[in-house]
């Protein structure tokens, strides 16, 4: 297949000899034939499929970047923002940097995409070691994807040129044909990364393999179609860039496991001995060394949940004030570790316990895994326990059962997906579910680290309609923790009923101690948050950075 090394002898010519810009046709030249390849169709297929392909790994950097800013930092709204307006604003600026490079196309191309294909097949793994090890994501996310940006935005100007190489067309039309297979190749993308390439490879070896389609794609076209217009020592460069690409990803991939493993240990201070990516969030757990009393900890996209050595202050403190009137039907949003639980099913006259959990690997893990399944007391395996599995907001929304007693174990709202669990709206669906008499308790956070956040989230339960009694407690693995205790008529009063069951820490006077805020953890006056003023992340995350 011949194919010249330029377009034509007027495209090379200065502007004052009428030059031609690259991907226009000159006068008489429309849809006329300039030099292409003998197998018009197939090359021009080709190119269309490296568009495809192209724009479909472009997307999947873009996603595999805001989930995994999601998963480490907890702010998807602010990292979907932060990735994808740095990378249009970068795009703009490869395409503007690739002017220059359109009378090299196929060379400058192949280029862009071994580039693309190290930087941003690596780019999971190389921004997970900046926050494991070097404390340094923000300013390496940014970096990285502006640097993915400029690639992708310098990819259209030179498959525009190569295009037209091969027949020349209207500049719309090309245009046109370009953008709908670009697209049509982000639709892939953008089904195939949550559907795909994040449930059976995760993070790392999902960028990995996209690095190595963009690399198969970019070299494949230029070395397959294009090559004869390259010089030998051109070739020769390529391929030996194509095997160092391979060989580099390769390797990568067969060591991610133990990469993953060593980053994500860097994250803890004791050894890991359960780490588990489930559809909804990564939960780890820690075991410590000690021979006497080992500590084991759960952490739910690295925040802890518990410490086995003090979770039973936690866990008396939501469950008994809650409990200390009627009690036959009990419902637990959250608390999908089980402790809550076993708290509740102490009470031989609970008849049924319903726990709402969205995520059923959380369930598995209580349940089976002998470190959980040991301090909830194997409480899943009760015949008065009920599970269900799905979304508690969606879940009320369909509910027209009542309850006696509501607890709402929910993990901290530092993010998109559990702060609206933490609005007025969730707390306004909980009048459909409670019944006459009845208690709802929220786990709050802490009035001392985070006091914005803590009276906040009691300011939305009011504002639910509400009457709310706020107590903490103190757990020395999280500090100064607080609850809200709700009646839907008065204010209820944290007790312990006359026939609870013995506890280790709740007692009368503690609970009347719980009441008692010191003038440097009072009141204060917040909005509550809502689904359409969500401010209750931003409080959350900001306090607890300061800590």
């Known amino acids: ?119 941003g097949g690596l780019s999971v793994l190389g921004l997970y070691a900046a926050y494991a090890w070097l404390d340094l994501y923000v300013p390496a996310m940014v970096a990285i994807a502006f640097g993915v940006g400029c690639l992708i935005g310098a990819e259209i100007p030179l498959l525009m040129v190569l295009l037209q190489r091969i027949r020349r067309q209207e500049v719309g039309s090309a245009v046109s044909d370009l953008f709908a297979v670009d697209y049509v190749g982000g639709l892939l993308g953008g089904l195939a990364f949550p559907f795909l390439l994040l449930p059976v490879f995760g993070l790392v070896r999902g960028a990995l393999l996209v690095g190595a389609v963009n ?58 001995v359960v780490a588990e990516r489930s559809h909804y969030q990564e939960i780890v757990i820690t075991q410590s060394l000690s021979v006497s009393q080992p500590d084991v900890r759960l952490y739910l996209d690295g925040d802890l949940q518990f410490s086995s050595v003090d979770e039973y202050r936690y866990h008396e403190a939501l469950v008994h004030p809650a409990l200390s009137g009627r009690r036959d039907r009990v419902l637990i949003l959250g608390g999908g570790d089980g402790l809550a639980l076993r708290e509740v099913l102490r009470y ?50 369909s509910q027209r059962d009542r309850y006696d007693a509501v607890i709402v174990d929910m993990p901290d709202p530092d993010s998109t997906a559990t702060a609206k669990l933490y609005s007025t709206e969730f707390y306004t669906l909980l009048h459909r579910v409670l019944g006459p008499g009845g208690r709802l308790v929220v786990q709050a956070g802490s009035p001392y680290f985070a006091p914005r956040s803590y009276w906040c989230i009691e300011a939305g339960v009011r504002a639910a309609g509400w009457h709310t009694t706020p107590y903490h407690v103190d757990v020395p693995s999280f500090g100064d923790w607080g609850f809200v205790l709700a009646g839907a008529r ?21 609970l009347r101690a719980s009441t008692v805020f010191p003038a440097d953890r009072a009141r204060r006056h917040e909005d509550p948050s809502t689904l359409t003023h969500p401010r209750i992340i931003d409080l959350e995350r900001e306090e607890w950075k300061n800590y």
Not at 490 to 510: E, G, K, N, S
Request: with cysteine.
């Open 1 to 119: 297949m011949a194919v010249p090394d330029e377009l034509t002898a007027a495209a090379r010519s200065d502007p004052a000899a009428g030059e031609t810009a690259p991907g226009e046709a000159t006068a008489g030249e429309t849809g006329g034939e300039i030099g292409w390849p003998r197998h018009r169709r197939l090359a021009r297929f080709a190119v269309l499929l490296a568009v495809f392909l192209c724009a479909a790994c472009g997307l999947v950097y873009e996603l595999a970047l805001v989930a995994l800013g999601s998963y480490l930092i907890g702010d998807a709204i602010g990292q979907a923002s932060i990735v994808l307006a740095v990378m249009v604003f970068a795009m703009g600026v490869g395409a503007f940097a690739a002017k220059p490079l359109q009378r090299r196309a196929a060379a400058a191309f192949a280029g862009v995409e071994v580039a693309l294909a190290l930087l």
């Open 215 to 272: 690399a198969v794609a970019g070299l494949g076209l230029v070395l397959g179609v294009f090559r004869r217009s390259l010089p030998r020592r051109s070739r020769a460069v390529l391929a030996v860039l194509a095997a160092l690409v391979a060989v580099l990803l390769a390797t990568t991939y067969g060591l991610a496991g133990r990469f993953e493993v060593s980053a994500r240990q860097a994250l803890y201070d004791d050894p890991i």
């Open 348 to 397: 031989p006259d609970v008849r049924q316990a319903t726990l709402v959990e969205l995520d059923p690997e959380m369930i598995r893990l209580a349940r089976h895994d002998p470190r959980l399944s040991r301090l909830n007391r194997h409480s899943f395996d009760d015949p008065r326990v009920r599970i269900v599995n799905q979304d508690a907001m969606s879940w009320l929304k």
């Open 490 to 510: 008065t204010a209820p009063t944290p007790t312990l009923a006359p026939d609870a069951p013995r506890t280790r820490f709740l007692t009368p006077a503690v």
